[in-house]
């Protein structure tokens, strides 16, 4: 359960109707610019300040497969809080930008400390705003600012960011759409590590569209994980409250 929960902790696609320079097409098309193309991606990103969603989290390995709910809350580049509930609450979560809080109640652990926690999950570097951008369905990488090279596909639009230094990077976008697909990082220290993240459904949220579903796929030191997150309501509320005390008792986590 621990495991479990650390797992979707740590693990929306965004659908605007703008202006395109590239219009629309059933299938990728080859002599478009890249440039061209990140131009559409971002014009199509719909910004979301905060979110407040309920979403329901099954996890999948080879001893296991469990379903719990998931409270989620965030505010863009300011905090990101989840509590687990089965029946009653079970864990909860506080990512601000500086540090990470965390307990659980089965075996009374709890954790304060750097993002070195979710290294130890994930295998690598992300930030407060790299797992935000996970659940709204935005690219981890900028990438205006990194360097770029695209592959040929025959319906998507691909793209691998090379100057990561950490995890290589690879994008799928829908063609129509110009949202995007799945997000696939490749661990550079440890290449047998891959984490994969695809967003197969869509809803429209009060003139917003989010996520109905996020299908989370990691091969982390030999040990394959799925989970499948299932968005049942969302909202936009501007405030946004993010009950967080540690219980009294419980036994610190140590990297």
Do not use: H
């Not at 309920?54 to 989620?72: E, G, P, V, W």
């Not at 307990?103 to 926690?117: A, L, M, R, T, V």
């Not at 220290?189 to 917003?208: A, E, F, R, W």
Request: glycine share 2%; aromatic share 14%; with cysteine.
């Amino acid at each position: 359960m621990i495991r479990f929960f650390q797992y979707v902790l740590i693990l929306s696609i965004i659908i605007g109707c703008k202006s395109l320079t590239v219009l629309p097409s059933k299938k990728p098309i080859e002599s478009i610019k890249v440039k061209r193309l990140i131009e559409n991606f971002e014009k199509s990103e719909e910004k979301i300040n905060s979110l407040r969603a309920r979403i329901k989290a099954t996890y999948i390995s080879k001893k296991i497969k469990q379903s719990l709910s998931i409270n989620l809350r965030f505010k863009d580049d300011k905090f990101l809080w989840m509590s687990a509930n089965v029946l009653v609450p079970v864990a909860k979560l506080l990512m601000t930008n500086e540090k990470i809080f965390f307990y659980e109640k089965f075996q009374k652990n709890y954790y304060e400390g750097d993002y070195e926690f979710l290294k130890s999950i994930l295998g690598t570097n992300f930030t407060l705003q790299n797992i935000q951008n996970i659940f709204i369905g935005n690219p981890i990488d900028n990438l205006n600012k990194s360097k770029i090279k695209r592959i040929d596909n025959p319906e998507y639009y691909v793209f691998i960011n090379t100057s990561a230094e950490k995890y290589r990077s690879t994008y799928f976008f829908d063609t129509e759409s110009f949202r995007i697909r799945e997000q696939r990082f490749l661990l550079l220290d440890n290449k047998s590590s891959i984490l994969s993240i695809k967003y197969p459904l869509y809803q429209k949220v009060n003139g917003k569209t989010i996520p109905k579903e996020i299908q989370i796929s990691s091969f982390v030191n030999g040990e394959f994980v799925s989970i499948i997150l299932e968005f049942i309501r969302a909202d936009y509320p501007k405030e946004l409250t993010i009950p967080f005390k540690f219980p009294d008792g419980y036994n610190k986590i140590r990297l």
